[in-house]
């Protein structure tokens, strides 16, 4: 089954909603969890780092009072899209590395939101 | 600078055929792992291999293999006898140095298979 438990997997909302997605480790307790975004036919890319209990590490150019993330526990970080625009719209996918298993991640489903 | 490359944007081939996807990487770190993942339509990454810098053992499973060549710095991986089933993007990816790091993502492969 799934290690890794990551809702919505589909999202459409009116431009300047906030959007929240969170991502739920099942197996294991993750101190780390990592949030990459995903354009049309375009690569992974890291937008942060979310850390259990401090702040979250973003990436250059990622908007952190845009994109906000909340580790709040050993199994869960949610992402929040606050005041999405059609420019949001994209792939977001959450990662979990377990404890003690040099190199292995697991990955969300992801979740695919539209901004209309 | 920590980076990968997949040069091939886009390969077709007919069913049967063998294929072989590209991928070069940067570290300069001694202690690093690479990975292969395939993305099919609905989004979701499945994972497919991951490599240590200090195995260089080619790996075979199923109709997949992996050459790792740390010479060339290169983790080419070959589907034979493509199917259908396998039309999908592929990533190569790298973690540098620290398990528990982000992934470093190529920019990807996709691969149409046509019957």
């Known amino acids: 089954g799934a290690v890794v438990s990551q809702h919505p997997s589909r999202v459409i909302c009116k431009s300047g909603t906030s959007v929240k997605i969170e991502c739920r480790s099942l197996?294991?307790?993750?101190?780390?969890m990592f949030w990459y975004r995903q354009f049309p036919k375009k690569s992974l890319m890291l937008m942060a780092t979310?850390?259990?209990?401090?702040?979250?590490?973003?990436e250059q150019g990622v908007e952190k009072d845009k994109f906000l993330i909340n580790h709040a526990s050993l199994t869960l970080s949610t992402l929040t899209v606050t005041s999405a625009h059609p420019e949001d719209s994209s792939f977001y996918i959450c990662?979990?590395?377990?404890?003690?298993?040099?190199?292995?991640?697991?990955f969300g489903a992801g979740t695919r939101l539209s901004v209309l | 600078a920590q980076k990968v490359t997949q040069a091939q944007t886009e390969i077709s081939v007919v069913e049967k055929e063998d294929v072989t996807l590209d991928c070069v990487y940067e570290t300069r770190d001694t202690t690093y792992y690479l990975f292969w993942y395939k993305q099919p339509p609905s989004g979701e990454l499945v994972f497919l291999i991951r490599r240590n810098s200090f195995d260089e053992q080619n790996e075979i499973s199923g109709r997949y293999s992996w050459n790792f060549q740390k010479s060339t710095s290169s983790f080419n991986f070959t589907i034979t006898a493509s199917q259908v089933v396998d039309s999908a993007v592929y990533f190569c990816a790298l973690i540098p140095n620290q398990a528990g790091t982000a992934l470093i993502f190529g920019k990807g492969t996709t691969l149409s298979v046509s019957s």
């Open positions: 979310s850390n259990e209990g401090s702040k979250a590490t973003y």
């Open positions: 197996d294991f307790q993750a101190t780390t």
């Open positions: 990662s979990v590395p377990p404890p003690g298993r040099d190199g292995i991640q697991y």
